[in-house]
């Protein structure tokens, strides 16, 4: 599976930035690159939880304790790539 169907594979289990760097042993800044070109493309969308616009997120009771206020959906496209890449093992 390629580093970028990784990343993506690891945000729609909803692991953060900083420890999908840590255990791919990359650097934090690649993966937000990655994280910015994966938008771009329709694969995922950011979601901004500082806001304070939980109690209207569908999606509030299956968050846990966050280490960002960023979270991150993977779209249609994105979980099309996930299990393409199953798929080839």
Known sequence: MSTYRRVLARLATGDPPGRIAADLDRREDAIRGMIDTMCRRG?????????????ACPM???????????????????????EASTADR
């Open 60 to 82: 509030a009771d299956a968050c846990g304790p966050m280490d960002s206020p960023t979270q991150y959906v993977v779209l249609p496209d994105g979980q099309a790539l996930i």
């Open 43 to 55: 694969h995922l969308t950011e979601v901004d939880c500082a806001d304070g616009a939980c109690g």
